[in-house]
């Protein structure tokens, strides 16, 4: 992860708002990366302490700080005084200042350029601050002031295909793992369905939701562990639909979008998924609405919903910002078609894959890490639609199943430059109407 957010901070204070314009190391997240950036932007060794989760501290010149305000905002007092050259440094620990900041006491001495009659609050989530004396004049000034980025999206190694249609609806799994081997059927837990969706949620977990039982469109999910272990049906929350999309955003959730009603009854609302795997009502729909579209994350915390069935097929796209926010309609690129997939791949990208023209695709449209969709490349593969997609190996995608007039079970790995390989030989009920995500 890289990253430096902004080129000026603010320190607040009472009564003024002091600006600061140093651009800062790039920091890493987590561990001794963070440790080393920290020493390369002080420009020597620090010794860190212990994580200090009180609500005052005692600074002491050379130290590092881990300062955890989950339970309480933290004053620091300074040392009372200090030589040219002391440094010290204080890292938001659980990305928690937003909410608990901590307030310096400068102890006697200047803190960039005014005394301690000023208080200097920080209250931004993230915030590594490293500060350095320079003397009686100026007193503290920090050498490095940023919110450092949070964990990028975690990309999960793992992936699973579940329920569909076969003579009727099915419920089995089958997990995939981090090379890209599709394991045999997995007993079903949850009820029998089709046509549903799937995302991931709270980073490590995946997520199955509504579909078609058989008589009806339903509102069911199912939690799948971080372990690939599927949990029994939960009660769904707003419209009950089925042929609709789901892709994951900000890093931890989920959205569902789009979908049939029954009856041709084609609609646009979507429902965001909690990291926690909680499915909330409804949101009014934006974009057109439509069935058999496909999703995907982008970007590492965004998503896109794109192509479909309105009554007729299309190439349209709608973005999903990295707080769940469905655009409107963006204008298609590629061949329109409908009951196809889509995945992540290389970290940060996707692709949607394969679907129905009037006659089976195996085309593939490539999405940058923005968003934006590229013209069609050439499918490799059996032709097929209503299959689906997940990634898995932390940068790679696996299309599988589907139907090509019978039933599949074929899959087609993505590499990690979105290079679609060849059939494998598939494995487990061969079906349609299936969905998929990864897990960790």
Not at 240 to 257: M, P, T, V, W
Request: hydrophobic share 35%; glycine share 18%; aromatic share 8%.
């Amino acid at each position: 992860m890289s990253g430096i957010i902004g080129s000026k901070l603010n320190i607040r204070g009472s009564g003024r708002i002091a600006k600061l314009g140093t651009d800062g190391q790039v920091l890493t997240s987590s561990g001794a990366g963070v440790a080393a950036a920290f020493e390369d932007a002080a420009g020597g060794g620090l010794d860190w302490q212990t994580i200090v989760t009180g609500s005052t501290l005692t600074a002491v010149a050379g130290n590092g700080y881990w300062i955890d305000t989950t339970s309480n905002a933290c004053t620091i007092t300074l040392p009372a005084s200090a030589s040219n050259g002391d440094e010290i440094m204080f890292v938001d620990y659980a990305r928690n200042w937003g909410t608990n900041g901590i307030e310096i006491d400068s102890n006697g001495l200047n803190y960039q350029g005014d005394d301690d009659s000023y208080g200097v609050d920080y209250g931004t989530d993230g915030t590594a601050l490293h500060i350095v004396y320079s003397g009686a004049t100026n007193g503290w000034i920090p050498t490095l002031d940023k919110a450092v980025d949070d964990v990028p999206t975690k990309a999960n190694s793992e992936g699973i295909f579940g329920f569909g249609y076969t003579d009727g609806n099915v419920g089995m799994t089958n997990l995939v793992s981090n090379t890209g081997v599709v394991a045999t059927d997995v007993t079903a837990v949850g009820t029998a369905r089709s046509y549903a969706g799937g995302c991931e949620c709270g980073a490590d977990k995946g997520f199955f939701g509504y579909g078609h039982d058989g008589s009806s469109a339903a509102t069911l999910t199912n939690l799948v562990s971080n372990t690939g272990v599927v949990a029994s049906d939960e009660a769904g929350a707003g419209t009950a639909r089925y042929q609709l999309g789901a892709c994951s955003y900000g890093g931890d959730k989920g959205i569902f979008c789009f979908g049939n009603t029954g009856g041709d009854t084609f609609v646009s609302m979507s429902n965001l998924v909690s990291n926690t795997g909680v499915v909330a009502t409804d949101v009014t729909g934006v974009g057109t609405a439509r069935r058999y579209l496909a999703a995907t994350e982008y970007g590492e915390d965004k998503g896109i919903f794109g192509f479909g069935n309105t009554g007729s097929y299309t190439a349209v796209t709608n973005l999903v910002s990295n707080a769940g926010v469905v655009a409107t309609d963006t204008t298609g690129v590629g061949t329109i078609r409908d009951n196809l997939a889509a995945c992540k791949y290389g970290g940060d990208k996707g692709i949607f894959g394969y679907g129905d023209t009037d006659s089976v695709s195996s085309l593939t449209n490539l999405v940058s890490n923005a968003g934006v969709v590229a013209t069609d490349t050439t499918g490799v593969g059996t032709a097929r639609q209503l299959l689906a997609a997940c990634e898995y190996g932390l940068d790679k995608g696996i299309f599988g199943y589907g139907y090509t007039g019978s039933n599949q079970s074929m899959t087609n790995k993505v590499s990690n430059a979105g290079v679609v390989a060849s059939d494998v030989t598939g494995v487990g009920t061969a079906r349609h109407g299936t969905a998929a995500c990864s897990f960790n």
